[in-house]
């Protein structure tokens, strides 16, 4: 268990520089999308399923929120 826990720290020690874009950019894109589904006023289907798409489907739900369930 401790080495398991051990080489969980190096590999995202060595990995860290290659991840933080990918979670700079997750992070954006949820925000984004959490606040423009807040700010709407009608929505592809019901705000309560968009809201937890964009929360639960990393990086693919926050774009499918975008592309589908806006309703402009």
């Not at 720290?9 to 807040?38: E, G, H, K, M």
Request: charged share 10%.
């Amino acid at each position: 268990m401790i080495l398991l826990s051990q080489s969980l720290t190096q590999f995202f020690d060595d990995n860290l520089a290659l991840l933080a874009p990918i979670i700079i950019i997750q992070l954006i894109l949820i925000i984004s999308a959490l606040v423009s589904l807040v700010k709407a006023e009608y929505t592809n289907g019901p705000k309560l399923m968009w809201a937890l798409i964009i929360i639960f489907i990393n990086i693919l739900g926050p774009i499918a929120y975008f592309i589908f369930g806006k309703d402009d």
